[in-house]
């Protein structure tokens, strides 16, 4: 159990275009996800945290309006890197935290984004 | 400001030996303290986690000894196989605000045969 999808695995778009990223928990509900960026041989920044049913909350330096987040079942939240530029070239990375004991947190695969 | 500093940077290990990576936090109200594995363009997969209430946790090859007065707790990969090289990523985290973790700068782990 404990599975986490996304997709794409990887995409490359040209710069001014938006991109579309999935995050799904496959075998488990999960009222909150989380989404990371990370770099080359760097550890997980944490982006925002998505809550379903409401408004994301953005880490202090991330723009909203650049990083779109929609939460809106409990199994699925999207995130959209709008008018995409050379610097958005990352390894983005989701989490859904399943409810329990432990509150545990599991990652999906990622998503590598480059943009041209 | 980092929370949770993590040692070494990178770590190589002979097959066979024990890996020992350690973390300290800063923020005493962090109660939840995992391991992640993670393999190169792959996601991080928690490896095993422990809360304050005890001092070791061990899980198969994989041992997480914590030291609440210290705030440092550390992994420990008992016979080290090559198919463990990885990065590893401690993180922290508190129950009463939303779990978002706190990583570690990680560990770059290479076990030579």
């Known amino acids: 159990g404990a599975v986490v999808s996304q997709h794409p695995s990887w995409v490359i778009c040209k710069s001014g275009t938006s991109v579309k990223i999935e995050c799904r928990s496959l075998d488990f509900q999960a009222t909150t996800m989380f989404w990371y960026r990370q770099f080359p041989k760097q550890s997980l920044m944490l982006m925002a945290t998505s809550n379903e049913g409401s408004k994301a909350t953005y880490e202090q330096g991330v723009e909203k309006d650049k990083f779109l987040i929609n939460h809106a079942s409990l199994t699925l939240s999207t995130l959209t890197v709008t008018s995409a530029h050379p610097e958005d070239s990352s390894f983005y990375i989701c989490?859904?935290?399943?409810?329990?004991?432990?509150?545990?947190?599991?990652f999906g695969p990622g998503t590598r984004l480059t943009v041209l | 400001q980092q929370q949770v500093k993590q040692s070494p940077q990178s770590l190589i290990v002979q097959k066979g030996g024990i890996s020992i990576i350690n973390c300290a936090y800063e923020n005493t109200a962090f109660d939840y303290f995992p391991w992640y594995q993670q393999f190169p363009g792959k996601g991080p997969a928690l490896l095993i986690a422990?809360?304050?209430?005890?001092s070791e946790k061990k899980e198969g090859r994989f041992t997480i000894s914590f030291n609440k007065s210290a705030k440092q707790f550390s992994l420990h990969i008992m016979d080290s196989q090559p198919g463990d090289s990885a990065t590893y990523f401690c993180a922290a985290s508190m129950t009463n605000a939303g779990n978002m973790l706190t990583f570690g700068g990680g560990t770059r782990l290479m076990v030579k045969p």
């Open positions: 989490s859904a935290r399943r409810s329990g004991s432990w509150d545990e947190q599991f």
């Open positions: 422990i809360r304050p209430d005890v």
